[in-house]
């Protein structure tokens, strides 16, 4: 299973989620300040990320990864599904992008040639 809804993450840190019992992922921090817990990298399979592959986020402290466990809330939303912080790799925890901001590669840029974009 893919998951292809729209994605803030925030936080995670080494508490239990509620339902599922992996790492709980919240929303942390006052006026744009939080903690390391904030940081996470996109594992894609090769050098680019790709507008259409399916990609892994990684939290960066607890080397857990952004999952869908299947479990859903009786409430406040009905039927709302858990996002937590897995240990490994699973087809739980992968992600596509459906909005965002696309650089297009250089198409000049070739193995002797890396291409030098690497920030916005």
Not at 108 to 116: R, T
Request: proline residues 6%.
């Amino acid at each position: 299973m893919m998951s292809s809804m729209a994605l803030e993450v925030d936080n995670s840190h080494h508490f239990q989620s509620p339902l599922s019992h992996n790492l709980e992922v919240s929303a942390f921090g006052e006026e744009g300040e939080g903690d390391e817990g904030d940081n996470w990298v996109i594992v894609c399979s090769g050098q680019y990320w790709s507008r259409s592959e399916k990609v892994r986020v990684k939290n960066v402290v607890t080397e857990h990864y952004l999952h869908v466990s299947g479990d859903t809330f009786g409430r406040p939303i009905h039927g709302q599904r858990e996002v937590s912080g897995y240990p490994s790799p699973s087809e739980l925890n992968y992600w596509i992008a459906s909005e965002g901001i696309y650089i297009k590669p250089n198409a000049q840029a070739g193995p002797a040639e890396p291409n030098l974009h690497d920030e916005l």
